[in-house]
């Protein structure tokens, strides 16, 4: 058993609970301080990030300011997004769309297969893909491939139970709110995940936020004087 769990160890593949790093990873900042606090400075230079989120709550919005940060010598590939992204939004942040790549694959196998030539081509910075279902074996060779081409990869999924968890580098389970996003983060590569918290994007998208009903004062009626 010990031997096991040695190869394992060697292989990055198990993490113990009471192992402190000598020194704190290299990371991208998300944009967000209170993110990047939680996440002990921000998203990892790469790996596999699962989101787990419902379509359309502000998911893809959390990762505008890294996307913008972190693509300019390199592309950002987008593959099999639930719908199509509009190029004036695009532009409107601020992006180059000479380094966005749009890939629409026929299957899931494709989608697959364009994820994993994109990530360890050494071409792209950030590689985000929506997939309903992931195999262990599959994800393990996204975050090889990763690992490879030293790009960070972003897997959308819809919130599910697992009876496991993925090998993963970091998976954040999102919610709507409105201030913004509710973000749980289950797990952490190298850390302790964390409880709920909301994640304000008032400051950045001010139009996109519900307002907080205001309190309706009923008069008390009064009786009158005769």
């Not at 950030?126 to 030293?150: F, I």
Request: proline content about 8%.
């Amino acid at each position: 058993m010990s031997e096991l769990i040695d190869h394992l160890k060697q292989k990055h593949w198990l993490w113990q609970g009471n192992a402190q790093q000598s020194q704190p990873l290299e990371a991208y900042s998300t944009g967000f301080p209170l993110l990047d606090n939680k996440l002990d400075g921000g998203f990892p230079k790469h790996g596999v990030i699962e989101l787990q989120s419902a379509s359309g709550i502000g998911e893809l919005r959390l990762l505008v300011p890294h996307l913008l940060n972190s693509s300019e010598a390199r592309m950002s590939v987008f593959i099999q997004p639930p719908g199509y992204l509009c190029a004036e939004m695009l532009v409107e942040q601020g992006f180059d769309l000479n380094q966005i790549l749009l890939i629409y694959p026929d299957n899931p196998q494709h989608a697959l297969w364009a994820a994993e030539q994109c990530l360890k081509s050494g071409a792209c910075s950030n590689v985000l893909l929506w997939q309903s279902e992931l195999e262990v074996h599959q994800a393990r060779r996204l975050q090889v491939a990763s690992e490879t081409g030293n790009c960070l990869h972003f897997l959308f999924k819809q919130p599910q139970q697992h009876i496991f968890s993925l090998p993963v580098s970091l998976s954040l389970h999102l919610e709507p709110h409105h201030h913004g996003l509710t973000v749980t983060i289950t797990k952490r590569k190298g850390g302790w995940p964390h409880g709920r918290f909301v994640l304000d994007m008032r400051s950045r998208w001010p139009q996109l936020m519900i307002a907080e009903p205001q309190p309706v004062v009923v008069p008390f009626p009064t009786r009158k004087q005769g």
